[in-house]
Every structure is written in structure tokens, then in C-alpha cells.
């Protein structure tokens, strides 16, 4: 005679126990993943933040100002950097753009002189702010998925900082 099973329930609560961990566990992650990229690019919804004609940033915990924008109606992420002389581009960036490498030129950079490429750029558009026909540079050394937004660009507009925050609208 065969007795009934009676670690049957037993099994299906393990199973449930661990299905509902992992679930919280994915959770968890989407919206930490989440919480750290609102930081690192806290300007991600620029369109509440416009008005026609001028954009307002607002720092990231580092310092920065983070904030997507198009570069030939596609979205990317740039970082404003005062320090650069030009645009750049990562290549694996420029590449997904359909960009094409220009000439060489040697450029120095923090981490030694390197060779970039240049390329040309149809539009920028940061909210209701656009640019048109843009030089920029290819850098295959850089591996993020940033692009700085160099002097070039940044010297077209009137930039204002007040405290954490940075106006930027036309001349």
C-alpha cells in the first residue's frame, strides 16, 4: 500500500518562496538601476524644463550637467565640458549615428595625446535649442555612452549658472 505524498505542499511553498525573492529581487534592481541614472543625468526629461528659447540643467551629484538631447534627430546623452574644444564622440556612438570618420589629427588629452577623427554633425538639438552643420571629433578610446559637449557648440549660447543650476539659451 502506497502512503500519500506529504512533502508535496511542502515543495511547491520552497518553490513559491523562491519565485517571490527573485521577483523582489528584480524589482529591486529595476528601480535602483533607475534611481542612479535620474542622478548621474537628473536633466533626462529636459521637455518639463523648457521654455522656447532657453533650457535650464540642473546639476548632478557630481557636479556635472548631465542631459539627453539628438544629434541628427537620434537621442544621446551629452556632458557639458567646458574644457573641450570640440564636440566628441564616442566611436561606438558615432557609428550607431551613422557618422563617418574624417582625417586623423593628434589631440592631448588627461591621459596622453591620442588620435581622433573628425566628422560632421546635421543638427543638435538640446530641447527647443537647435544648431546645425557642427564639426566634431571621433575618440575610439573613449568607451561610455557620453557625449561631451565641447566649446563649439557651447560658445553659441549664453550660458547662465545660478547656485546648482545652468541656463543656457541663444545669444
Given at each position: 500500500?502506497?502512503?500519500?505524498?506529504?512533502?508535496?505542499?511542502?515543495?511547491?511553498?520552497?518553490?513559491?518562496?523562491?519565485?517571490?525573492?527573485?521577483?523582489?529581487?528584480?524589482?529591486?534592481?529595476?528601480?535602483?538601476d533607475s534611481k542612479i541614472a535620474r542622478?548621474?543625468?537628473?536633466?533626462?526629461?529636459?521637455?518639463?524644463?523648457?521654455?522656447?528659447?532657453?533650457?535650464?540643467?540642473?546639476?548632478?551629484?557630481?557636479?556635472?550637467?548631465?542631459?539627453?538631447?539628438?544629434?541628427?534627430?537620434?537621442?544621446?546623452?551629452?556632458?557639458?565640458?567646458?574644457?573641450?574644444?570640440?564636440?566628441?564622440?564616442?566611436?561606438?556612438?558615432?557609428?550607431?549615428?551613422?557618422?563617418t570618420r574624417g582625417y586623423a589629427s593628434?589631440?592631448?588629452?588627461?591621459?596622453?595625446?591620442?588620435?581622433?577623427?573628425?566628422?560632421?554633425?546635421?543638427?543638435?538639438?538640446?530641447?527647443?535649442?537647435?544648431?546645425?552643420?557642427?564639426?566634431?571629433?571621433?575618440?575610439?578610446?573613449?568607451?561610455?555612452?557620453?557625449?561631451?559637449?565641447?566649446?563649439?557648440?557651447?560658445?553659441?549660447?549664453?550660458?547662465?549658472?545660478?547656485?546648482?543650476?545652468?541656463?543656457?539659451?541663444?545669444?
Amino acid at each position: 500500500m502506497e502512503l500519500p505524498e506529504h512533502n508535496a505542499p511542502k515543495k511547491v511553498s520552497k518553490w513559491m518562496w523562491v519565485i517571490a525573492w527573485l521577483c523582489l529581487g528584480g524589482l529591486s534592481y529595476q528601480y535602483f538601476d533607475s534611481k542612479i541614472a535620474r542622478e548621474y543625468n537628473p536633466n533626462g526629461q529636459l521637455n518639463n524644463q523648457t521654455q522656447q528659447g532657453s533650457i535650464t540643467l540642473v546639476q548632478n551629484r557630481q557636479g556635472h550637467y548631465v542631459v539627453d538631447g539628438l544629434i541628427d534627430g537620434q537621442k544621446v546623452t551629452f556632458m557639458l565640458d567646458t574644457g573641450a574644444t570640440s564636440t566628441v564622440l564616442p566611436q561606438h556612438i558615432a557609428d550607431q549615428l551613422g557618422l563617418t570618420r574624417g582625417y586623423a589629427s593628434q589631440v592631448s588629452t588627461a591621459n596622453g595625446i591620442i588620435s581622433v577623427y573628425s566628422t560632421e554633425i546635421k543638427s543638435l538639438s538640446l530641447g527647443s535649442l537647435t544648431l546645425y552643420d557642427l564639426r566634431a571629433q571621433i575618440n575610439p578610446y573613449m568607451d561610455d555612452d557620453t557625449v561631451l559637449l565641447g566649446m563649439n557648440v557651447l560658445r553659441q549660447f549664453k550660458l547662465v549658472q545660478q547656485g546648482n543650476e545652468l541656463t543656457i539659451s541663444f545669444n
